[in-house]
């Protein structure tokens, strides 16, 4: 099958490595991505306020580029495929707003009055529930060839996959799908308190030692737990957690990898050639320990 | 001119403070309680008794909207949604929390942490 992809700021900046796994692990399982051709800046941060709408004029424009895209290419289905946790957010956000709120919808088709009207039928969906819910969780575990038993990962799941209740991914306070996906590809999984939590998010940018002793009490606890490996699927979460590892380096004793989580499954399924070639050699040191 | 600040945090967010009953669930979820100098629970109160210092206050400013506390609130208030309010009744006056160009650790961070901080430090 086809499927429609937003790929967002950093998967085309300092995630790159993230985007090159994913779309390599769907290949392998007959999923074609087709990046949109026309996309902006989803809008970064579902809008909280309620007085005006101007925070959904971004994701619905791209929404309306998807649209359009779907019909011309035939894509054969409605979903919209992002790998960010945060455009994932933002635009499953938005559509919700758009879909529920009269005024809102109204409002928006007024502002972008040259845009084409927008119909509110596409479903944004992560890459973590094309894994769960299109291949299937079983069917990754049919094509596994390497069982990553020597590591013990950390999850990370970070703040918007999981919240709002109703636009996550999963149950909120206990998600499982990360664990699902990462004991089917062999690898042990620690449970630790701090897997639903934030990492300090944007305040990188005002107070960056705040976030780094944020950092810290998260990579502790993993640590004490077993941990060896961080995996998340936020961009932000990898910065934070890989920078706030590298600043606290002493107090830690030392630095847990953050990985992407189509990484792992690329090299669980024997394609090293979707994985960067640093990371390779990382990842295989930890297996052969 | 004497504003009723739970008035106006009302028409920005829709949220109503009055619901709290100062559980403090919110606070003990926040990830940057420790750093705030009012916790969530008490920037809700203070909107509530119309409280104005909690605008200037820096505990807006570390509220990172990692919307735990919407989530873990037993009244159901998004408390999310009211201190974003707070931020708003500043940025709206184009009192903007960083200078962009003075960020720190400008060169290294990705662009999605740059962008969050334009759409929530400034107006």
């Known amino acids: 099958?086809?499927?429609?992809?937003?790929?967002?700021?950093?998967?085309?900046?300092?995630?790159?490595?993230?985007?090159?796994?994913?779309?390599?692990?769907?290949?392998?399982?007959?999923?074609?991505?087709?990046?949109?051709?026309?996309?902006?800046?989803?809008?970064?941060?579902?809008?909280?306020?309620?007085?005006?709408y101007y925070h959904l004029v971004a994701p619905i424009r791209n929404l309306v580029y998807a649209q359009e895209e779907m019909r011309e290419k035939n894509i054969g289905n409605t979903y919209l495929l992002t790998l960010c946790s945060m455009c994932f957010n933002t635009l499953k956000s938005a559509d919700r707003e758009y879909r529920q709120n009269n005024e809102a919808r109204e409002r928006v088709f007024y502002f972008m009055d040259t845009e084409p009207y927008y119909e509110a039928r596409i479903r944004v969906?992560?890459?973590?529930?094309?894994?769960?819910?299109?291949?299937?969780?079983?069917?990754?575990?049919?094509?596994v060839i390497r069982m990553l038993s020597g590591l013990n990962v950390a999850p990370f799941?970070?703040?918007?996959?999981?919240?709002?209740?109703?636009?996550?991914?999963?149950?909120?306070?206990?998600?499982?799908?990360?664990?699902?996906?990462?004991?089917?590809?062999?690898?042990?999984?620690?449970?630790y308190p701090y897997k639903t939590q934030?990492?300090?998010?944007?305040?990188?940018?005002?107070?960056?030692?705040?976030?780094?002793?944020?950092?810290?009490?998260?990579?502790?606890?993993?640590?004490?737990?077993?941990?060896?490996?961080f995996v998340t699927t936020c961009p932000?979460?990898?910065?934070?957690?890989?920078?706030?590892?590298?600043?606290?380096?002493?107090?830690?004793?030392?630095?847990?990898?953050?990985?992407?989580?189509p990484e792992l499954i690329a090299f669980a399924l024997g394609k090293e050639e979707y994985v960067e070639e640093e990371r390779l050699e990382t990842l295989n040191n930890l297996l052969k320990k | 001119m004497y504003r009723d600040l739970a008035e106006e945090v009302r028409s920005i967010s829709k949220e109503n403070a009055e619901l709290c009953i100062l559980c403090g669930r919110c606070s003990a979820i926040c990830p940057f309680a420790d750093k705030m100098d009012f916790k969530p629970h008490q920037m809700v109160h203070m909107v509530r008794i119309g409280d104005w210092s909690v605008?200037?206050?820096?505990?807006?400013?570390?509220?990172?909207?990692?919307?735990?506390?919407t989530h873990r609130c037993p009244r159901?208030?998004?408390?999310?949604?009211i201190i974003e309010a707070l931020r708003l009744i500043n940025l709206r006056k184009r009192k903007d929390a960083v200078e962009l160009r003075g960020i720190k650790e400008l060169k290294i961070l990705p662009t999605i942490a740059l962008v969050g901080a334009s759409r929530k430090y400034t107006g």
């Open chain 1, 198 to 229: 934030c990492c300090g998010g944007y305040l990188v940018t005002k107070d960056p030692d705040a976030v780094w002793d944020r950092v810290y009490t998260i990579a502790r606890a993993a640590m004490d737990r077993g941990a060896n490996i």
């Open chain 1, 236 to 261: 932000l979460c990898a910065f934070n957690l890989e920078e706030g590892q590298k600043r606290r380096k002493d107090r830690l004793g030392g630095i847990l990898p953050v990985f992407f989580e």
């Open chain 1, 125 to 143: 969906v992560h890459f973590m529930e094309v894994i769960r819910d299109i291949i299937g969780i079983k069917n990754l575990r049919r094509r």
């Open chain 1, 157 to 191: 799941y970070g703040c918007y996959l999981l919240r709002p209740e109703g636009i996550g991914i999963d149950n909120p306070e206990n998600p499982t799908v990360m664990e699902d996906i990462m004991r089917s590809i062999g690898a042990g999984v620690i449970d």
């Open chain 1, 1 to 52: 099958m086809k499927i429609l992809y937003y790929p967002g700021c950093t998967v085309k900046t300092t995630a790159k490595a993230y985007e090159k796994a994913a779309i390599g692990v769907l290949r392998e399982f007959n999923i074609e991505v087709i990046e949109l051709s026309n996309w902006t800046c989803c809008g970064v941060y579902p809008g909280l306020s309620k007085d005006n």
């Open chain 2, 55 to 69: 605008v200037d206050s820096n505990a807006i400013w570390y509220c990172v909207s990692c919307l735990y506390c």
């Open chain 2, 76 to 81: 159901d208030i998004n408390v999310a949604a």
